[in-house]
């Protein structure tokens, strides 16, 4: 994922509720132990009782009545042209356009569950260096159109208004790029250092 593209899940609101029992503000998401877990997983190092846990793997979408033809339909539209991957269980839209100043970045991707073909994956990667944020605002409207929530990769939730999503991309990093490249290069390069100094003491 490039620096500039803002990703966001569509997490289906029932989905939550009936999960839950309630809509929170944020969801648990741990990258570092979801890291370790696909390491482990490549060295043959977990057995069939170990399995991993959070929001990026609990299946929202199964509760809902939604089909995923509508949502295909709604995407293509968005993109000028078809899925660059597209088969049974799986699409993949990508669109890049290059202008005089800049080259604009977003794609989609959709996970079909094989077993009842309903939705499991759904999300989005915007380029905010777009004017106006047209792709952006455009899949807000699916999301409100099919009752979704959106979930930054923080497992922030939010609802589909454009004053409440607006909000969570200035606390990304893509934001945090754009807004001050060198900045957030240097914090960045001191996160790294802090980490490496962390495990050279746990040795």
């Known amino acids: 994922m490039a620096i500039y593209q803002f990703r966001l899940n569509l997490i289906p609101r029932k989905g939550v509720i009936n999960e839950f029992g309630f809509i929170p503000n944020k ?10 877990h696909y390491y482990l997983e490549e060295d043959n190092l977990l057995d069939s009782t170990d399995f991993f846990i959070d929001a990026l793997t609990i299946n ?8 995923p033809t509508e949502i295909i339909y709604y995407i293509n539209k968005l993109f000028p042209r078809k ?16 202008t005089i100043d800049t080259a604009i970045d977003h794609d989609a991707s959709l996970i079909l569950n094989k077993e009842n073909g309903k939705i499991k994956k759904l999300h989005f990667r915007a380029d905010l260096r777009e004017d106006d944020l047209i792709f952006l605002n455009n ?38 790029f754009l807004k001050n490249p060198e900045e957030f290069l240097t914090n960045l390069d001191n996160d790294h250092k802090i980490l490496n100094d962390k495990l050279k003491n746990a040795r």
């Open 60 to 67: 929202f979408w199964d509760v809902t009545e939604i089909f």
């Open 27 to 36: 969801l648990n998401i741990n990258l570092q132990e979801r890291i370790n």
């Open 139 to 176: 899949f807000i409207e699916i999301a409100k159109k099919y009752d979704c929530l959106l979930m930054d990769l923080q497992g922030n939730l939010v609802i589909p208004t454009q004053k409440e999503v607006y909000k969570l991309a200035k606390l990304s990093n893509s934001y945090s």
């Open 83 to 98: 899925p660059l991957e597209s088969r049974s269980d799986y699409y993949y839209w990508k669109h890049y356009k290059r």
